[in-house]
C-alpha cells in the first residue's frame, strides 16, 4: 500500500465520522422537539449506518455512509396539560432521544475522526521524510 492509499483510506473514514458527528448533533438539537398538536409524531432518532466497500484504485475497503436509520424505540411521555401537544390525558410525547447516549457516541465518533487524522498527519510526515532523504 502507498502514501496515497493510505491517505484516501483515512479520508473516507473523516467522511464517515463527520457525517456521525452531523447525526449526533441534530439527535442533540432535537431532544426537547415536542409535536406542535395532540396526536403528532415527535422527532424520531437517527442513527447512521455505514459500509465498507472494495475501492480498486486504493486496493484496499474504504467505508462508506449508508442510509440513515430511525431509531424505533418507544417516545417518553411527560405529564404537560398546558401544552399544545398534550392529549386528554395531559401527557405529551417527547422524541426518544437519550442525551447521555448521544454525548457518549459523539465522543466516539470524535475519538475515531482524531485517529483518521493521525494516520493523515503520519503519512504526510512519512512522505515529506522520504522526499528528504530522495533529496539528499
Known sequence: MDF???LRI????????????????????????????????????RIPTFETSFDPDVGGKVVEV????YDMSDFTSRYEPGHPAADAKGYVQYPNVNSLIETMDMREAQRTYEA?????????????????????
Open 66 to 69: 449508508g442510509k440513515l436509520a
Open 10 to 45: 483515512a479520508a473516507t473514514g473523516l467522511h464517515a465520522q463527520t457525517a456521525r458527528m452531523r447525526v449526533i448533533a441534530e439527535n442533540l438539537a432535537n431532544a426537547d422537539s415536542a409535536g406542535k398538536a395532540p396526536g403528532d409524531e415527535p422527532y424520531r432518532r
Open 116 to 136: 483518521n487524522l493521525n494516520v493523515v498527519t503520519v503519512t504526510r510526515q512519512m512522505l515529506g521524510r522520504t522526499l528528504d532523504i530522495l533529496r539528499g
Open 4 to 6: 496515497n492509499s493510505s
